[in-house]
């Protein structure tokens, strides 16, 4: 066998050998039945490798206490499957975010030829009904399965303290969710989505002060035009989808930091034995 | 809550976590089967229910009453319910923001430091009047049936032409089937009152407050006329 170059791991990932081990590497003189030993020593050092890979990240990001504390932190007694829906709506989101990366990349945004790319992605391309079906269903799974989450944080109380802001940042990101909705409503541009979005956008008109102009906003002026749909486009796969990321994060840190709460009809002893007899005494 | 609420829940909580189980694996594991589910539902929900694309977006049709997508059925039904002209900025704007901001705010208003639901009447009550009315809504939206559309079982010839009719709003002043206003003559058996040559002359040259609809495509027309002449 070659002889495995030593220069494929940089110094700073090497590892000193172990103690008792240091024969070959510093070892002087030819050892006494060449290849295989060799050999054994390359495994044993490709089979360190990850461990070095891991602890040079490590010692540069300090990412490993963060790391086992998210994952080994403890969740409180009585989690049940209602806890899995904050997940769930996120797994949603994911699925979301990537058929709708496939599906940027054969849209045209224009009103001339909007319609026909999405005929193009549903009639021509590899499995792109598929894909279109999975967008559009995932969207009314993500609705449901936000509302079912907030109804779970709200029935078990999930929202009181310490929690408060999360429950805030949360229906941001119902509304954010709604938006996409929305937003992606126009972009088949067919009959049901340009009407819709034409009712949607007059009813915005007929808000109190920034109404007609957020409809102006939305509607790239003052009627519905070729830049509507680009800035629905926009809207949709950027700022909104951007937002709705960043508050993710914002949620998932909190979720973190605070723990999850547990189901209120578990209650935990908080008083000491000791105290507690006093007390009865 | 005040200080001593807020120890109190905090020190139960410590309690609570210590007896627990770490997230990894025992919550990974559910948030795993749960990801399954949600990845394989729309993977089936796509390959029954499809993607079929509607007819082109074409803004000269301005009769064309518009669906939203069903999770705003809530909010398109309240439009409906809230019919008289001075109601209606209360449905679009007034209702739903006053919601929202209800929404936003009920950490901040909701003092109660109970967090079970059976001790917690009002917000329970509340909680579920709101899905209740939700689901109502979400219920007579979806029932309702776009006012565009005619619920009537064609033969499939005369399927065009029952689209172009619903299409160009005839709906809006006549009634067909189950669907339409009244303001015009009834059109539901129309084809044994009129030959279709005369159902075409009243299109092309109509009478009284009716709008003539000569300058459609003639095969769209025909169709029309067709469809209008097979109601009997």
Redesign the interface.
């Known amino acids: 066998m070659a002889k495995f170059p030593d220069t494929l791991i940089p110094p700073p990932l090497r590892k000193p050998a172990k103690p008792g081990q240091n024969g070959h590497r510093n070892g002087n003189g030819a050892s006494p039945n060449g290849d295989s030993e060799e050999k054994s020593v390359v495994v044993e050092k490709l089979k360190e490798a990850p461990v070095d890979l891991v602890g040079w990240v490590d010692e540069r990001t300090g990412a490993s206490p963060f790391l086992t504390g998210?994952?080994?932190?403890?969740?409180?007694?009585?989690?049940n499957?209602f806890?899995?829906?904050g997940?769930?709506t996120m797994?949603?989101f994911i699925?979301q975010a990537l058929t709708g990366v496939f599906l940027a990349m054969y849209y045209t945004p224009s009103?001339v030829e909007a319609?026909a790319s999405?005929?193009n992605i549903?009639n021509d391309v590899f499995m792109g009904?598929?894909?279109?079906?999975?967008?559009?269903?995932?969207?009314?799974?993500m609705?449901i399965?936000i509302f079912l989450h907030m109804?779970r944080v709200?029935?078990?109380?999930?929202?009181?303290?310490?929690?408060?802001l999360n429950?805030?940042i949360g229906?941001?990101l119902i509304?954010l969710t709604?938006v996409m909705?929305?937003t992606g409503?126009l972009l088949?541009?067919?009959?049901?989505?340009?009407?819709?979005?034409?009712?949607?956008m007059n009813?915005n008109g007929?808000?109190?002060i920034v109404?007609p102009y957020l409809a102006d906003f939305l509607r790239a002026g003052a009627e519905?035009e070729s830049t509507t749909l680009s800035r629905f486009y926009a809207l949709h796969m950027l700022l909104v989808p951007g937002a709705i990321i960043a508050l993710i994060g914002a949620h998932l840190y909190l979720v973190v930091k605070l723990?999850t709460?547990?189901p209120?009809?578990?209650?935990?002893?908080?008083k000491p034995k000791s105290l507690r007899k006093e007390k009865v005494g | 809550m005040d200080a001593g609420q807020k120890e109190e829940y905090l020190r139960e909580y410590e309690v609570l976590k210590k007896k627990g189980k770490p997230f990894f694996p025992y919550a990974v594991a559910k948030d795993s089967v749960m990801f399954l589910v949600v990845v394989v539902v729309i993977a089936v929900m796509s390959i029954i229910l499809g993607a079929e694309q509607g007819p082109k977006a074409d803004p000269t049709t301005t009769t064309y009453t518009p669906r939203p997508e069903w999770y705003f059925f809530f909010l398109f039904e309240l439009l409906r319910v809230l019919k008289p002209a001075a109601l209606t900025p209360l449905a679009t704007i007034g209702i739903p923001t006053m919601a929202l901001v209800l929404l936003l705010l009920l950490p901040f208003y909701d003092r109660n430091p109970e967090r079970d639901p059976r001790r917690r009447p009002v917000a329970t009550t509340a909680g579920i009047m709101v899905i209740i009315a939700m689901a109502l809504l979400t219920f007579l939206g979806a029932e309702a049936g776009a006012p565009t559309e005619i619920e009537m079982d064609v033969a499939p010839q005369y399927e065009d032409g029952k689209v172009a009719v619903a299409g160009q709003g005839c709906l809006t002043c006549h009634k067909i089937g189950e669907n339409g206003g009244d303001l015009g003559p009834e059109l539901t058996d129309i084809g044994s009152k009129l030959p279709a040559a005369g159902i075409r002359r009243t299109l092309i040259n109509p009478s009284g407050i009716m709008p003539p609809y000569s300058a459609l495509p003639p095969d769209k027309l025909d169709s029309m006329v067709e469809f209008l002449a097979s109601l009997r």
């Open positions: 998210m994952l080994l932190r403890k969740v409180p007694k009585g989690t499957w806890y899995t829906l997940s769930a797994f949603a699925v009103p319609y999405i005929t549903t009904e598929f894909v279109r079906g999975l967008h559009k269903w995932g969207s009314s799974v609705i399965l109804g709200f029935f078990f109380g999930a929202y009181k303290y310490p929690r408060e429950w805030v229906v941001v509304v709604l909705g929305l409503y088949p541009f067919d009959q049901r989505s340009y009407w819709a979005t034409i009712v949607a009813i007929t808000g109190p109404g519905f723990g709460t547990a209120p009809w578990v209650r935990g002893d908080t």
